[in-house]
């Protein structure tokens, strides 16, 4: 009989996705928001290398999943702005 569990830190994957694209705009956070997203990044990939061993729940899949792709977009907006700042570009 197989159960299905959650997949461990799915939804630290979601918040920490969705929270970097809001941060990445402000210009003390964007570091914040930079490290955030990889962080999300790295715990997707991590989630990705669990489930070949075990099954878990379509939710926290899905979770993990939408953290990535907005991990990715506020590490981009994040590293954009980032550069943007450092080079006075915005002022």
Known sequence: MSTLRKLPL?????VFGVLSIPLAFARQLCVPALIMGL????FHLAGRRMQRHSSFTAASIRHS???FLAALAGSACALLMWVLWATN???
């Open 89 to 91: 570009a915005l002022l």
């Open 39 to 42: 962080l999300a990044i790295a």
């Open 65 to 67: 999943r939408q953290g």
């Open 10 to 14: 799915s939804m630290v994957t979601l």
